[in-house]
């Protein structure tokens, strides 16, 4: 008798494990007891995370909320492993197993979430992959595949390591220069706005941040104020800030009309050295500001 049972218990957890999940029921793998090695960890979830889940029930359609939470619970498990531990079919994952309006849902999270403005976990390699997988799949059409070439196009501009691309700036007293004839080691490209909150804040920063300021009056760094779709002559600018930071202006619209620069958001900041090349690619203040300290670009 008790062998009958646990052959019927041990078909009833078989069953279960094999039961497909939505977006209501799905929950994430248990790492194996025993697996402390925290690589091993990482791939097991990443490539035990989808188990079960069933991407064509359509309730995913109607349970976007849930389904929203999930996509962003794998792609942080994406982004903060160890690149050897996942492959690029596992991040793909998702994207092969749906069609149709779940597939359209499915994309809109990854960009969301791997590329827009401000996410926590912005990600260009994997947002690239995405990108190639878009053109590459039969799933999208003409247009769509158009769409990603030139976003593809976009994102990988102005990489770090590369040559930053080149413009001409203009400034208050209408005299125009080069991004290239900078000749301090740094150059902190701040890509702004006129009537922009986030902008004002940075500014406020700026004008409180003693490190910057004296790494500029040694002469190691320069601080490039661009603002886009601004004439000279719509600005009036702070006599004091001006004694740090160069204000110039995009006069002919090229850094946005001809699409120079991946800007998502303003402020946006590129750090670069000397010659032109990308040192950091739209990184924060306090990030940029920790690279140059770790650099030894401050005084001692």
Known sequence: MSALLLQVSCQVSEQNTKQKTNPKTHQSPQVPQGMN??????????KHYWNRFDFKDKSILTSLDE???????????????????????????????TTDSILAETLKL???YLYEANSPLAHEQSFKQVLKWELETPRMNKEQ???????????SKNKVGTMATDFIYELKDGSKHHLYNLLRPHTLVIFAQ?????CSFIRDILSENANLQN????????I???YLGTKPNEVELDTKLSQFITFAFDSEDKVMS???????????????????????????????ENYLTNNYIYSK
């Open 110 to 112: 990854y960009r969301k």
């Open 37 to 46: 090695n925290l690589f091993e960890q990482e791939t097991f979830m990443i």
């Open 194 to 198: 006129k009537d922009c909150e986030q």
């Open 67 to 97: 389904y929203e939470i999930l996509v962003s619970d794998f792609l942080s498990l994406i982004v903060s492993a160890d690149e050897k531990s996942y492959s690029s079919e596992d991040l793909l994952y998702p994207l092969e197993h």
């Open 215 to 222: 790494e500029v009056k040694s002469g190691r760094l320069e």
């Open 145 to 155: 595949k158009e769409e990603a070439r030139l976003l593809l196009d976009l994102v």
């Open 224 to 226: 490039l104020y661009l």
């Open 258 to 288: 001809q699409q120079l620069y991946d800007i998502k958001a303003f402020p946006t900041l590129y750090l670069i050295r000397r010659g032109g090349e990308v040192a950091l690619k739209d990184c924060s203040l306090s990030y940029c």
